[in-house]
Nanobody, 125 residues
């Protein structure tokens, strides 16, 4: 079955960087859209970035454009989120997800039925 395992979270100071990783297994992950999402305490889950099968077509939330980069290594069944210039507003649980479709189309979490357990990112000022 679909299994997604995130890693790489931690605590950093504002201005710092982190790289999140998502290991996919149990299905042919290279054929499907992958995304990163986050949920801060008391807030709804929101889309951060998505990447289509070939790794060329990406989409980002306005709040992270220019700071975050999503990438994938299909040979390793991995998806990454490089996060630079972090600020306290980026503090959240970060989740990897797939919609098991070739295209991504939307950053809405509602379109993604398969999720990992999440990795916590905390940014202090």
């Amino acid at each position: 079955q679909v299994q997604l395992v995130e890693s790489g979270g931690g605590s950093v100071q504002a201005g710092g960087s982190l790289r999140l990783s998502c290991a996919a297994s149990g299905y042919s992950s290279s054929r499907y859209c992958m995304g990163w999402f986050r949920q801060a305490p008391g807030k709804e889950r929101e889309g951060v970035a998505t990447i289509a099968t070939g790794g060329v077509i990406t989409d980002y939330a306005d709040s992270v454009k220019g700071r975050f980069t999503i990438s994938r290594d299909n040979a390793k069944n991995m998806v990454y989120l490089q996060m630079n210039s972090l600020n306290p507003e980026d503090t959240a649980m970060y989740y990897c997800a797939t919609n098991l479709r070739g295209g991504c189309w939307s950053l809405s979490p509602a379109g993604f039925p398969y999720w990992g357990q999440g990795t916590q990112v905390t940014v202090s000022s």
